[in-house]
Each structure stands twice: as C-alpha cells, then as structure tokens.
C-alpha cells in the first residue's frame, strides 16, 4: 500500500514564502498609514476660514512706532479753517457715529492719522429749536485717554435733522426752520454748547430738506454763522453732491467751510453700481471749485458701499445692505 502524503503538505515552503510575502507588504502598508496619522496628528491642521462677518475694523500689521500728528499742528490747521493756507496741507477730518461699535474700533486705529473728529451727536428735530445731544460715555473715556498721553484731537460735534423714529428731517425740524424764534434759540444753544465742551465750531448736516423749505435753511445758517462766528467759533456744513436745490455760494459766504457729500450717486433702492463714479467725482469737484472757494472746500470720501442681492420674479430689484 503507497505512502499517504498530507493533502496541504508543502515540502518546498512555497505557501509559506508567498503568505509572508503578504504579511509584509500589509504590515509595511499597515505602519506607513500609521506615520501618517502620527505626523497629521502632531501637525497644527490647516482649517478652511469659516465664513462670517468680519467683526474687526480694518485689522492689519502695526508700526513698530505710531506717528501721532502733533497737537498744535492739529489745533493751528482746525483754526485756519476757511483761510488760504500758506503750504498744501489740507485737513483731514473723521465722522464718527456711536451707534456702531467698529466706529470707536476704526478711531482707536487711526486717530493718529486725523486732524478733526466730527461725532454725530447732536439733533435738531424740535419744533420750538431746542437741541437734544446724545451721550457717548465710550467716546469720552477714549477722548480722556488720549489728554491723559498729552494728545489732543480736536472735535466739532455734527448737528443734524435725524429724528430716531422718524428718520430724516421730521416735520418739527421743517416747522422749527420756519419760525425765526426757533431758530434763534437752536443757533444759541448750538454756541453754547460748542463752548461748554470746549470745541472749536459746529457742523451741520441737515438732508432730506424739501426745496422749498430751502430760504429757511439758509435763514438758519446765516443766524448760526452770526452766533458761533461772533464768539469765534467755526461753522462747517455738510452738503449733498449735485444737489441744484442747494445754494452752495451762499453757503460757503456763511462758513467756514463745505464738506462737500461726494457719494450717493446710488442708494439702496436703485440699480447696483458704484456710489461714487470717477467721472461723476470728478465733474462734481469741477463744478464746485466754481462756486466754493478751495480753500473752503473739504471733499467727503464714504467708506462704504451697498450690497445688491440679485433681483428676482417676486422682488424684482430688492434693497440693498451697506456694507463697509
């Protein structure tokens, strides 16, 4: 009877050979997938920007060493408001709004780049003239922050026609520019107040103004130009570009300066597009220089834009957002 061999003997070894050969490519494949893992896990992974709004105002990298615009420098170019400089050095205000916190962030960057502050923190919206001043305890804690370092940044408060609930130039504010008394008494305590705060001047900025309540406007400035003026103060008012309902000589004979509105070409309702087209800028200064004298005129730069969403069957051309 013939020896029996095993069925799975295998005397050369040749399953064992290919089976190890198996074993080591897994294994090698095996450890280079667990390198790979240990070195992603010591690594600081890379995560894509998550997308929201931006809450910081215009972060970026520091100077080692900050410039701060000397203060007689400040006080002796906000004093020379309206008067032909001797050498091209043109003021360079800021307006300031307590209602959005990335205003006092942007002001902490850049005061040192800013000659006038101009806060909106006055309105006159009574029909009877009587001012009312919002209180801005975070501006005025910055404001004493800077005295304490022995910087002074100059502030002209802005006094304007914007009523909270009712938006811009109310009907008290029309009645109030009607009635001389009114007015009287708005221009007086507008003086008084530039003088308890220590200020130089005012600004106006009154919009929204129908044509014709446009004699009374100009009644008021020339009642405000007389009381700030005869204390030596200065009067600044702000004005729409390419607005024909406005005077503009009239008012730059009045004061000291016109910061002239150079934007709104669009708005929120209308069709998207910039808000300041170089032609139009330019043509607007063009004609300006015709009827304000330059060294009066203060060009208004907006830091904002609107964003458009795309128009739609339901919508049509829906309102845009500001966005800055």
């Known amino acids: 009877m013939p020896e029996r061999k095993p069925i799975f003997y295998d005397r050369e070894r040749q399953r064992w050979r290919r089976t190890r050969l198996a074993l080591e490519i897994t294994g090698g494949i095996f450890t280079l997938l667990l390198l790979v ?32 615009r000397p203060t007689r420098g400040r006080r002796r170019k906000v004093a020379a408001l309206g008067k032909e400089p001797q ?27 800013v000659d006038l502050l101009i806060p909106e923190a006055l309105h006159g919206v009574a029909s009877d003239g009587t001012l009312s001043a919002d ?13 304490a370092r022995n910087v002074e940044l100059p502030v002209m408060s802005m006094v304007n026609d914007y009523d909270g609930k009712k938006g811009w130039c109310p009907p008290e504010t029309l009645r109030m520019l009607g009635n001389p008394v009114a007015r009287q ?24 103004l129908p044509k014709p309540s446009m004699p009374d406007f100009q009644s008021f400035i020339h009642t405000l130009s007389q009381a700030l003026h005869g204390k030596n103060f200065k009067l600044m008012v702000a004005l729409p570009a390419a607005d024909w309902s406005y005077d503009y000589k ?16 669009r708005w929120t309702t209308s069709a998207s597009g910039p808000i300041a087209p170089q032609d139009w800028f330019v043509r607007n200064i063009e004609n300006m220089v015709k009827l304000v004298p330059a060294d009066k005129l203060i060009m208004g730069i907006a830091n904002y834009g609107y964003d458009w969403p795309a128009p739609s069957r339901k919508e049509g051309h829906p309102a845009a957002q500001a966005v800055t």
């Open 37 to 68: 893992f240990l070195v992603n896990v010591i690594q600081k992974p890379e995560l894509p920007e998550i997308l929201r709004t931006d809450t910081h105002a215009g972060l970026h990298g520091v100077r080692a060493k900050q410039r701060v």
């Open 87 to 113: 050498n091209y050095d043109p003021v360079r205000a800021a307006f300031y709004v307590s209602d959005d916190y990335t205003s006092l962030a942007s002001l902490q960057l850049h005061y040192h780049d």
């Open 135 to 147: 209180a801005d305890p975070k501006l005025a804690e910055f404001l004493r922050t800077l005295q």
């Open 185 to 208: 008494k708005l221009a007086t305590q507008l003086e008084e107040y530039a003088d308890a705060e220590h200020q130089p001047g005012i600004v106006v900025d009154f919009e929204s």
């Open 250 to 265: 009239y008012f730059a004979s009045q004061a000291d300066a016109i910061i002239l509105m150079n934007y709104d070409f």
